[in-house]
């Protein structure tokens, strides 16, 4: 038996009219298109209902079903997983005894990512995508376009940036006019490349994401917050102290630049990775979920420290320090990383009281 499914996957069908999916039956779909039709001419999906009709109507040399099935308004997993569950109900709704093989008709590349959900389910025979003929003259280009610039998504992709390009011009005319430096057409274009950057690697969301955590931070007493700045200015006056120690060097080899940028700031750096492990030690106390291995974090850095600072020292040949300082700050590194690990671990088993059955939970998982 061929199964023909058209799929609405942002269920325009159930939105917009009153049917119930999954819509099963030749007549069923068919009053469901015309009713679809009434409410929104100009959806896609109306035309993916009369196909899926056409189809059952043409195919004559097997038993056939046609069924309607949707997703959800958002499209996107959820919506996959809706069209899983009604074509299950479609399905079960199939009195036949014959092996059931599945015609799937779509409008477009949307909604045929939902072409692995339905083939977990039945066999898919072929795949029907349903393109509206237009004509080709200027009143279809601009009812095309108007349309396109209908949708916010593509109105932020499209008109934003080429908004912001038409803003170059004038924007480099009131620079010359008022005796902005020359350098205000270079900033304006740094804006314009780095919202297409991020635009193009999709990083509004973590951006949001981060300014959330920051607002978060901000009311709830996050220690994390403060430390994390400190940090971050300590990595800065770090790499400025690494680069003046590269710059006192008399013509450096490469190896010779490294070592020295990390001889200058490496107790920089292991201040900040100090500091930032304090803060969040700080709020997983206060928020009940401290866990003395946690005190491993500044033990770790300073010894992960001490021994890139006998590194950097020995490349760069400085005076009084040869293998003995090398060795002695590699055994010490090595020291206080397994101390620290063993002492917390032991303190862990002895003082946490539900230290024993959170290892052999975490010992399962």
Not at 68 to 77: E, F, L, R, S, Y
């Amino acid at each position: 038996m061929l199964l023909i499914l058209c799929v609405d996957l942002d269920d325009d069908l159930g939105r917009k009219t009153e049917f119930d999916t999954p819509v099963v039956g030749r007549d069923n779909v068919e009053e469901a298109a015309v009713a679809l039709a009434n409410a929104d001419p100009e959806d896609s999906d109306v035309n993916v209902c009369f196909q899926g009709v056409h189809l059952h109507d043409v195919i004559d040399d097997e038993s056939v079903e046609v069924a309607v099935v949707t997703g959800t308004a958002k499209a996107d997993v959820s919506a996959n997983r809706k069209v899983g569950e009604e074509v299950d109900t479609v399905l079960a709704s199939l009195s036949t005894g014959e092996d059931v093989r599945a015609l799937v008709v779509t409008d477009g590349a949307q909604d045929e990512s939902v072409l692995p959900v339905i083939r977990s389910r039945v066999p898919i025979d072929a795949v029907r995508r349903v393109v509206v003929r237009q004509a080709q003259d200027l009143e279809s280009m601009y009812y095309t376009f108007k349309q396109v610039l209908a949708d916010p998504e593509t109105r932020g992709t499209i008109l934003v940036p080429l908004g912001i390009l038409l803003l170059i011009y004038p924007v480099a005319i009131v620079a010359d006019i008022i005796g902005l430096p020359g350098s205000t057409l270079g900033v304006v274009s740094a804006l314009i490349g780095l919202y297409i950057l991020f635009r193009g690697l999709g990083l509004e969301d973590a951006i949001d994401s981060a300014l959330e955590r920051v607002r978060v931070g901000l009311f709830s007493g996050r220690a994390q917050l403060i430390t994390y700045v400190v940090a971050a200015a300590l990595i800065v006056v770090g790499g400025v102290g690494g680069l003046e120690t590269v710059n006192g060097m008399a013509d450096p080899q490469p190896l010779a630049a490294v070592a020295g940028f990390v001889f200058g700031a490496v107790q920089w750096v292991a201040a900040a990775g100090i500091v930032a492990a304090l803060g969040r030690i700080t709020d997983e106390y206060l928020a009940g979920n401290f866990r003395w291995r946690y005190l491993n974090a500044p033990f770790y850095v300073v010894a992960i420290a001490i021994v890139l600072h006998g590194l950097s020292a020995f490349f760069l040949d400085i005076e009084s320090v040869g293998l003995s300082y090398l060795a002695a700050t590699l055994t010490a590194g090595t020291l206080l990383g397994l101390a620290s690990t063993l002492a917390f671990a032991v303190a862990e088993q002895r003082f946490s009281p539900t230290g024993d059955s959170e290892s052999e939970s975490e010992l399962i998982g």
